[in-house]
């Protein structure tokens, strides 16, 4: 449990994705079986319990704090998980003081001065002497729990038994440890690890394994993974994947650049709508009783059907389908800023699944009835794929049409303007095409060539340089996180409102000069965070890009941006005639196709 | 009892003042005549009239600001009880910093007497570059709450020095770029690293050299730490590099291989308070005492009544009352962690291009 702990206390400091993977892998390759293999669970979310909850500890904490100092204490760490880890103590936690007893009763200088070289010769250091074996003072004896025993007991432990049992654990493990402890029990460890990066590090553990075979097998497997590790590590087979509905990693796509244009045939293309919705991979089997397993899977792998059963139960097939969520009403497809409401709930309510039905738009086949279909050609999978969406007459699946073209001009008019180009009303959820070689296979990952995505230009506006903060990681010396704002009619003339926070977008280079601006031209300072000089005749232009805007009421300006980030620095341009704040709001209310630059990245 | 310890020692502007002796401890402000629990800025401050304190305070604040920092001094020994006025003061080692003490006033004789230890900052950690702390029993003992709460609970330095090794070895083509406090941290983390069995040399910012150095002089082995010439950063792969906390985030630090951004503190315990600072390698290294070991001493003193001077007063006051001991906060302003305003101060003051310099 120490080392479990130590290491999820690191990676969580850890900025960097290599170094994460480092770590993880040190870890594996230095932690005995089963321990690593709960390690593992832990950090791809395959542990659940049933009975532990956060309530219990929150409970064992109060019995044994003073609630004063308690209060003071979660004030002061703004956590209250991390207090109770932080200020949890065994009982008689440290030994009566050994430094006490070796030098007796307190010095008394007046009686006697002299003695101080003596006493100072023989007073021990404390730590030596007695804090070191203080239980629960970070030194938890050698026979403190294992992971693989706290993840038996939190899995078995009836309810009634469970606050002993962790209290017992609390006991015995020093701060980290207590931390991880209830980071396991709230099961959200939120250390920046994915389950994809623990399974990348356990590749990295093998000779010529790559993430994404570890994925292939990844269904079949359970916690602790001994036959993984042992695969990976040379010492076994490759493990054969058993679940009747694994998920398998997803086709990705690269930008297509102008300049790829002329080495592409069209004639070897098929054409897509690019949806903006979330990648979903539908997945259904029989397992070995003849039961359906149906599940949904985010493309990173995670299995989100809990927040889908509208979804799951349309899954009337046996393969896989590659498709988008979507939420459609009346036939219509709503867009991204709709299909938001929809996501990052816990539980779904009735209401919510009548007010925001999901739909899957369907756009290849992986699998259909037993038979691995990925290494056939695209074609082909989609002439498939057209037979199951007709034979399966179900209106939450449809098929993402095709875009008909003949040359790549043609493909840039449907791409500027998808309305008059077959999609009708659902334009606003199309965030450009997407480009797949006729003859491509299905291939996990993100290979160059076969698939491109061609996203329609961003929307840019021009603001003036309002505020700045510094960064993080990497950036953090400088002032490289920016809010921009546009002009508008105050009382007193017209004044800049804020519209949006862009903080990439820029070279080092440039970041070198934005970062000298904002120090050279400060008016105020809120911790963190400088107001630099602006106003009609000074200030500094961001050129912003952006890819939508939607209201709301929590800016000032009452939009937001999607995905903003600083296109071109106008150091030329005089911030007076920078955009106005009616700009972004006629891209609200008129939809692209006025506001929208076209054309200007055509082939 | 508590009304004569309100005579003996008072608060003013300045700071702790004993009218009797007529001397000011650890003044704020410059006043005439000062007693120097020991050398952090926020304690030992320039341009007194007559400065007492240890050897090492007063050799450690003529590095800091010139041999002229104070009209006259006077070395304190440390154990030898020297009358002052109509008191007389003691200095005791408090196992802050090289030099440290605890100053221990007392009025009248036996029978009538009453003493209180200005205890300054202290700790009960093991630290190899100073002397360790010593229990003083008295009626009124004065302490600080840097860390003066439940949640505080400093680890063993010897495991926080050991994640730094761990951390060296998994990334041998990266520096490890360790924030530390330039007076006392630096040079106990240096002498910790070499208890380990670290012997490659630790470099040094340059703002560590002379502190270190005299250090070294006092007797302390700290080893081979040479300072870091600015051309030679972009080649100290996997080494470990000290430099004071202002320029952990600094782009002085940037220049090193892929840092691994360290800092040495006590107020690492708490995971927000090291995201705030960018930190990526937390060591809970610090020299003030935690909370159990506050507790401790003030039973140790077995004082009659506490005072708090600065940092978690509520809760260190509110235990105290638990526990049947008078305790009252001071809320003196303007002590804290050493440096650490005006650390964050210069950091918001500088340019990366000056920062550099």
């Not at chain 1, 919705?277 to 397992?287: T, W």
Request: proline letters at 7%.
């Amino acid at each position: 449990m120490n080392r479990f702990a130590g290491l999820i206390d690191r990676v969580g400091y850890e900025p960097r994705r290599n170094a994460k993977i480092r770590l993880l892998a040190d870890y594996f390759r230095t932690t005995p079986d089963p321990e690593r293999g709960f390690a593992l669970a832990a950090l791809t979310g395959a542990l659940t319990f049933r009975h532990a909850k956060p309530g219990i500890i929150r409970g064992l904490a109060m019995e044994r704090t003073d609630p004063v100092l308690f209060r003071l204490s979660r004030d002061y760490v703004g956590d209250t998980s991390e207090t109770i880890a932080l200020i949890w103590r065994a009982p008689d936690p440290r030994p009566p003081h050994a430094e006490a007893a070796a030098a007796g009763s307190p010095r008394s200088t007046a009686d006697d001065g002299a003695s101080f070289e003596a006493s100072l010769r023989e007073a021990p250091q404390d730590e030596d002497a007695g804090g070191r074996a203080a239980i629960g003072h970070n030194h938890p004896p050698a026979d403190g729990p294992l992971l693989s025993e706290v993840v038996e007991g939190l899995t078995h432990a009836g309810k009634a038994e469970l606050p002993a049992l962790i209290a017992s654990w609390l006991d015995a493990l020093d701060e980290t440890g207590r931390w991880a402890l209830l980071k396991l029990i709230t099961g959200e460890l939120r250390i920046g690890v994915s389950a994809r990066l623990a399974k990348t590090a356990v590749a990295s553990l093998g000779e010529g394994i790559a993430p994404d075979d570890v994925e292939q097998v990844w269904h079949g497997l359970a916690p602790p993974y001994l036959d993984l590790f042992a695969w990976v590590e040379g010492r076994g087979e490759r493990p054969e994947s058993i679940d009747p509905a694994p998920f398998r990693p997803p086709m990705l796509a690269h930008p297509v650049e102008d300049e790829d244009f002329a080495k592409l045939d069209a004639a070897d293309f098929r054409a897509e709508w690019k949806w903006d919705g979330i990648r979903l991979q539908a997945v259904a089997g029989r397992d070995g009783d003849g039961e359906t397993v149906r599940r949904i899977y985010s493309r990173t792998g995670e299995d989100v059907s809990a927040a889908f059963p509208d979804l799951v139960e349309a899954l009337d097939f046996d393969g896989a389908l590659d498709g988008e969520l979507l939420i459609v009403r009346e036939g219509r497809v709503e867009s991204f800023n709709v299909l938001q409401q929809r996501l990052n709930r816990k539980t779904v309510t009735p209401k919510m699944l009548t007010e925001f039905p999901a739909h899957l738009r369907v756009y290849d086949l992986l699998v259909l009835d037993g038979e691995d279909l990925r290494e056939r050609p695209y074609d082909e999978r989609r002439r498939l794929l057209e037979d199951l969406v007709a034979r399966l007459g179900e209106p939450r699946i449809d098929l993402s049409p095709q875009i008909p073209f003949a040359s790549w001009d043609d493909l840039a008019a449907a791409r500027a303007d998808p309305a008059s180009a077959g999609a009708g009303p659902d334009a606003d959820a199309i965030e450009g095409c997407m480009l797949k070689r006729a003859d491509s296979p299905y291939l996990p990952g993100r290979p160059k060539g076969p698939w491109w995505k061609w996203k329609r230009d961003p929307y840019l506006v021009d603001a003036v340089m309002m505020y700045a903060q510094r960064g993080s990681g990497k950036r953090s010396s400088f002032y490289s996180d920016y809010t921009f704002g546009c002009w508008r009619d105050g009382e007193s003339g017209p004044e800049l409102v804020p519209v949006g926070k862009a903080y990439f977008g820029f070279t080092d280079a440039e970041l070198l000069k934005l970062d000298r601006f904002v120090r050279n031209h400060t008016t105020q300072r809120f911790g963190p965070v400088r107001e630099v000089a602006y106003g009609p005749d000074r200030g500094l232009v961001l050129e912003v890009a952006f890819e939508g805007i939607q209201r709301s009421a929590r800016h000032k300006s009452g939009v937001a941006m999607r995905f903003p980030r600083i296109n071109r620095i106008r150091w030329d341009k005089p911030a007076g005639e920078a955009d106005r704040l009616d700009a972004l709001e006629r891209i609200l209310s008129k939809g692209e196709t006025e506001m929208h630059p076209t054309g200007g990245a055509g082939p | 009892m508590a009304s004569r310890a309100a005579d003996l020692l008072t608060l003013t502007p300045q700071g702790l003042y004993c009218p009797a002796g007529d001397f000011h401890v650890d003044p704020l402000r410059p006043v005439e005549r000062a007693l120097v629990t020991h050398g952090h800025s926020d304690h030992a401050r320039f341009g007194h009239g007559h400065v007492m304190a240890t050897r090492e305070t007063l050799a450690i604040m003529a590095i800091r600001y010139g041999e002229d920092f104070a009209r006259s001094t006077q070395e304190a020994v440390l154990g030898e009880v020297v009358r002052v006025g109509d008191v007389t003061v003691t200095f005791v080692p408090a196992g802050h910093v090289l030099g440290s003490a605890q100053i221990v006033i007392e009025q009248g004789g036996h029978g009538s007497s009453c003493r209180l230890v200005v205890s300054g900052d202290y700790k009960r950690g093991r630290d190899p570059t100073c002397l360790p702390y010593e229990p003083v029993a008295c009626d009124v003992f004065i302490t600080e709450a840097t860390f003066g709460l439940p949640v505080f609970r400093h680890p063993d330095v010897r495991d926080e020095v050991a994640k730094l090794l761990q951390s060296v070895r998994l990334f041998p083509e990266r520096a490890h770029i360790v924030g530390a406090y330039a007076l006392g941290k630096a040079q106990r983390v240096m002498a910790l690293l070499r208890e380990a069995g670290y012997d490659e040399p630790i470099w040094l910012h340059g703002a560590m050299e002379r502190l270190t150095d005299y250090y070294r002089s006092e007797g302390i082995a700290l080893g081979e730490t040479p300072k870091v010439a600015a051309a030679d950063r972009a080649s100290l792969k996997g080494a470990i590099v000290i430099c004071p906390p202002s320029s952990i985030q600094d782009v002085w630090a940037r220049r090193f291989p892929d840092p691994v951004t360290a800092f040495a503190s006590g107020w690492m315990r708490v995971r927000a308070r090291a995201r705030q600072k960018g930190v990526e390698l937390p060591l809970v290294i610090s020299d003030h005492c935690d909370w159990d070991d506050l507790c401790r001493s003030i039973l140790e003193t077995q004082a009659e009544e506490v005072w708090v001077t600065h940092g978690q007063e509520d809760a260190l006051v509110h235990w105290c009352r638990s526990r049947g001991i008078r305790a009252k906060p001071l809320h003196l302003l303007g002590y804290g962690d050493e440096e650490a305003g005006e650390a964050d101060e210069a950091l918001a003051d500088a340019t990366p291009a000056e920062a550099e310099a």
